[in-house]
């Protein structure tokens, strides 16, 4: 099959580094995969027999004369008369170009039987695309308008007549949820789990991590920014200890709220025991030698990083959340889910590290990349039905 993947950026979030394993999944498949970043050049990079193209669409657009006065018509007209419409204007001449971009890579290359679009940035430049083997896949549902005319408006312009795949049952039904007071109505909607690459994962994990952390420690790894709740993580992790837990806390990532969340386990005595690691290219080994993993989010479209550090045999505790959290947390993992408190998410941790939990393999299987291949290639069936299928 030839399969087009297109986002906004390729760099180190959640979407791109889904995207790469995806990406690089169907490649292994025996698929013929075209990566089209729509903004700057990626910062990480697929297999190489994944084909990646660098298309500013936007910015080639606006080399035109006309390009350029429907650019600044729009920017300095339409968008201040309609609020947070930009996109809508701007998709207008991203789409056209994205089509036109299509048209050349199968001319070159031989039809496309499927294309994907990851994440709201992506969306907003190409709302306009109707080709029916497109599907939008929505990691969270972000980017609200405001229930009005205007509102329902815009999310038209996102999402109705739209195939959708969703990363899991709980942003579909938020997605759904939404759409219904918006007034908006989907063509089509499929929940595909992103997929983890755990035999790399667990060749990742083998490495001697650097800096050693003495052992036993607990492991959390995000972005430092206000959703992810590392504030609450740490008054959860101060209350373990005053309780008699002797775990050191490892803190993997960066971010906005580092500065606070340092001065945070300073104000609560934890300077000593909490290691903030910053980013790590590779944060498998602390996550295979921690006791447990921790993940105190406001919100998780799926929670990736839970199912990796099950694949690492290493036991989850989460907050619950919306999103995919307890879809990835099941049987005696449910167990671990805690109220968003931190005197809840701290008896969570307790319990965890004094009884652990057997990891099972089916808990794992479920998101490995053959079977994520699979499901994604079905779109084309399902593609191709809804094609055929006569109009009303």
């Given at each position: 099959m030839r399969i087009l993947i297109t986002l906004r950026r390729l760099g180190t979030g959640g979407i791109e580094q889904a995207t790469l394993t995806l990406a690089n999944a169907m490649a292994a498949a025996g698929h013929e995969v075209h990566l089209l970043v729509l903004k700057g050049q990626p910062t990480h990079h697929p297999h190489p027999d994944v084909i990646v193209h660098c298309r500013d669409l936007d910015r080639e657009q606006r080399g035109s004369i006309t390009g350029m006065a429907w650019h600044l018509l729009s920017r300095l007209v339409l968008a201040p008369l309609l609020p947070?419409?930009?996109?809508?204007?701007q998709g207008w001449r991203c789409s056209r170009a994205f089509d036109a971009f299509v048209a050349d890579t199968e001319h070159q290359y031989g039809a496309l039987d499927l294309i994907l679009i990851r994440g709201q940035g992506a969306f907003e430049m190409l709302w306009r695309v109707r080709d029916p083997r497109a599907w939008q896949v929505v990691e969270a549902v972000t980017g609200r308008f405001s229930r009005n005319v205007l509102g329902r408006w815009l999310t038209r312009r996102l999402y109705q007549d739209k195939r959708v795949v969703c990363v899991s049952e709980g942003v579909r039904e938020s997605l759904h949820a939404y759409l219904?007071?918006?007034?908006?109505?989907?063509?089509?909607?499929?929940?595909?789990?992103?997929?983890?690459?755990?035999?790399e994962l667990r060749r990742k994990a083998q490495e001697t991590p650097s800096p050693a952390i003495p052992e036993p420690f607990l492991v959390h790894v995000a972005?430092?920014?206000?959703?992810?709740?590392?504030?609450?993580?740490l008054e959860a992790f101060a209350l373990a200890r005053r309780q008699g837990m002797r775990h050191r806390l490892v803190i993997i990532g960066d971010g906005s709220e580092r500065p606070k969340l340092?001065?945070?386990?300073?104000?609560?005595?934890?300077?000593?025991v909490v290691h903030f690691l910053g980013q790590q290219a590779n944060p498998y080994p602390w996550v295979a030698r921690a006791d447990t993993f921790v993940l105190s989010s406001r919100f998780e479209g799926l929670g990736i990083v839970l199912i990796e550090a099950l694949a690492l045999g290493t036991p989850c505790v989460a907050t619950q959340a919306p999103g995919g959290v307890a879809e990835v947390l099941i049987d005696e993992q449910r167990e671990l889910m805690t109220e968003p408190t931190a005197a809840a998410l701290a008896e969570g941790i307790l319990k965890a590290v004094r009884s652990p939990i057997t990891i099972r393999p089916a808990w794992v299987e479920r998101f490995a990349e053959p079977r994520i291949v699979d499901e994604f290639l079905d779109l084309i069936d399902n593609s191709s039905e809804s094609a055929d299928a006569p109009s009303s």
């Open positions: 947070r419409s930009g996109f809508v204007w219904a007071e918006q007034r908006v109505t989907l063509d089509a909607t499929q929940v595909i789990y992103n997929a983890v690459p755990i035999a972005r430092l920014v206000p959703v992810k709740q590392q504030s609450l993580l340092e001065a945070l386990a300073r104000q609560l005595g934890l300077e000593e």
